[in-house]
């Protein structure tokens, strides 16, 4: 039977997110993790961020602290097994339209327990806008996913509204929404709790965060993000060879398809650039610290 019925389908255009239980089976998982643990060994020797390693503030040499492993689909092949497997492409094809699928790009964060850094509000949108929409990204479930170990939240719906604003106040890109200039109702989010191997889908205007992991079980999350073949980058293709050599389904072609959809460029670029915790570094109001949250209760 397919893993997606019309229900499925229906849920995703409504809510801009689901969730497909038993995607990724137990001997793939185990072994995405074992890798997985012999990169953060390696990271001892890791003192800054490099173009594998994204490190968590605490890091060390003698306790190893990795909040994302870069691009894993290029580091590992266990990490570009899963993103072909043809139960995953049925997915994709079906939520993503007839033109093909092309992987934009990957990445595993990490939440380790008692400390795994929060991600602030934001619409992946925001970073990388296309000629349509029809972008994705999968969240595979390395570990179980419960309401302690900052699971991703996503607010339903949210993918039909606007983009917002992911600028700070110098006025640059910070890949973060300011929870008091934007008001959203971030009660309504929903935790995306699911048993390990389950896979979530997000839309690419949907607002999404997680907050720490509080909990002593890690959260590791392996994303993938996925255009139709026919979105083309707003920002450019750099490398037309490289751009074609990551279509999963479908053929090159120079026809963009363009749909009228709210966009706000990244532009200029984050002072802190690197990964999504660098590029937030500067956003002014926080929602996933104690403090920020206390300040916009005050203000509600
Ligand atoms: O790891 C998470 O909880 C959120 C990650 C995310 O949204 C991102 O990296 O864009």
């Not at 185990?30 to 997985?36: A, E, F, I, N």
């Not at 994204?54 to 870069?70: C, G, M, T, Y």
């Not at 959809?261 to 570094?281: D, F, K």
């Amino acid at each position: 039977m397919a893993d997606i019925d019309s229900d499925a389908l229906e849920r995703y255009r409504r809510d801009g997110v689901i969730v497909i239980e038993g995607l990724l089976d137990d001997v793939a998982r185990q072994r995405m993790k074992q890798v997985l643990a012999d990169l953060i060994e390696s990271a001892r020797d890791v003192r800054a961020h490099d173009d594998v390693y994204d490190l968590e503030p605490s890091h060390s040499a003698k306790q190893p602290r990795v909040r994302r492993i870069k691009k894993p689909h290029a580091v590992h092949p266990v990490f570009a097994e899963f993103m072909r497997s043809p139960r995953l492409l049925a997915v994709l094809s079906a939520l993503l339209g007839p033109s093909g699928v092309r992987l934009h790009g990957s990445k595993l964060n990490l939440k380790s327990p008692e400390y795994g850094s929060p991600v602030e509000w934001h619409q992946d949108w925001a970073f990388y806008p296309h000629t349509n929409d029809d972008l994705l990204a999968v969240g595979v479930l390395l570990d179980d996913a419960t309401p302690e170990n900052g699971p991703l939240l996503v607010l339903p719906g949210s993918q039909l509204g606007p983009t917002y604003d992911h600028h700070g106040t110098d006025g640059r890109f910070c890949g973060a929404m300011d929870p008091v200039r934007d008001r959203l109702d971030y009660a309504g989010a929903r935790p995306l709790l699911a048993p390990a191997g389950a896979c979530s889908f997000h839309h690419v205007r949907a607002v999404h965060g997680s907050a720490q992991n509080r909990s002593a079980q890690s959260r590791n999350l392996l994303l993938y993000e996925f255009a139709a073949a026919d979105a083309f980058p707003l920002l450019g293709i750099p490398d037309w060879d490289d751009f074609n050599s990551r279509l999963l389904i479908g053929s090159p072609t120079v026809v963009p398809r363009v749909v009228d959809c709210p966009i706000r460029m990244p532009l200029p670029p984050a002072t802190s650039q690197g990964s999504i915790y660098e590029n937030q570094t500067a956003l002014g109001n926080r929602y996933f610290d104690q403090e920020s949250v206390a300040v916009q209760r005050q203000q509600t």
